[in-house]
T-cell receptor, first 111, second 114 residues
Framework: GQSLEQPSEVTAVEGAIVQINCTYQ??????LSWYQQHDGGAPTFLSY????GLEETGRFSSFLSRSDSYGYLLLQELQMKDSASYFC????????????FGTGTRLTVIP | ETGVTQSPTHLIKTRGQQVTLRCSSQ?????VSWYQQALGQGPQFIFQ???????GRGNFPPRFSGLQFPNYSSELNVNALELDDSALYLC?????????????FGPGTRLTVL
């Protein structure tokens, strides 16, 4: 089977940095993805790590350590609009070519 | 470039009824995946279609069925609706069945079963 663990809620101050962790268990690994979803909106793709290390895209960075089955999403210079749910996801290991999502981390940015 | 669209946006049905949800994939995408998202949870994979054929299925009963058409649009059908089927139904498209690290989601259909 597969499982993904993320903190359920995180609160951070505008302008600060926040890190959202994700640990995973999967029998086959094809990379870790991150998606953002605002209330009432569609999930939107943020980043993807197939290999160990840090990937940076503007204010967002994502890190992967395959040996630790661990990744994180780092959000810098937080803005109020970053308040949303953030999901880590892995590709299904059974060959069904779908994404298996974690339960999500609700980020609240406060002034 | 047109994004992923879904219809209807909201739907209310009663237990035992049947429902059909529709999705138009993003231009150039031949793969459509359907997900169910319960309140406060992550999306759960229902099934995927690639070039009009089912290409994988999650842990959902047979009363959840689907179709993909030659233009790569897709339908999700749910028969014998149950209260627990109340959820946001998302469709996502991608360029190939292997590029699911980046999927493009539609705005979803909010289904309420009474």
């Amino acid at each position: 089977g597969q499982s993904l663990e993320q903190p359920s809620e995180v609160t951070a101050v505008e302008g600060a940095i926040v890190q959202i962790n994700c640990t995973y268990q999967t029998s086959g690994f094809y990379g870790l993805s991150w998606y953002q979803q605002h209330d009432g909106g569609a999930p939107t793709f943020l980043s993807y790590n197939a290999l160990d290390g840090l990937e940076e895209t503007g204010r967002f960075s994502s890190f992967l350590s395959r040996s630790d089955s661990y990744g994180y999403l780092l959000l810098q210079e937080l803005q109020m609009k970053d308040s949303a749910s953030y999901f880590c996801a892995v590709r299904d290991s059974t060959g069904a070519n779908n994404l298996f999502f974690g339960t999500g981390t609700r980020l609240t940015v406060i002034p | 470039e047109t994004g992923v669209t879904q219809s209807p946006t909201h739907l209310i049905k009663t237990r035992g009824q049947q429902v059909t949800l529709r999705c138009s994939s993003q231009s150039g995408h031949n793969t459509v995946s359907w997900y169910q998202q319960a309140l406060g949870q992550g999306p759960q994979f229902i099934f995927q279609y690639y070039r009009e054929e089912e290409n994988g299925r999650g842990n959902f009963p047979p009363r959840f069925s689907g179709l993909q058409f030659p233009n790569y649009s897709s339908e999700l059908n749910v028969n014998a609706l149950e209260l627990d089927d109340s959820a946001l139904y998302l469709c996502a498209s991608s360029q190939t069945q292997l590029s699911n690290n980046e999927q493009f989601f539609g705005p979803g259909t909010r289904l309420t079963v009474l």
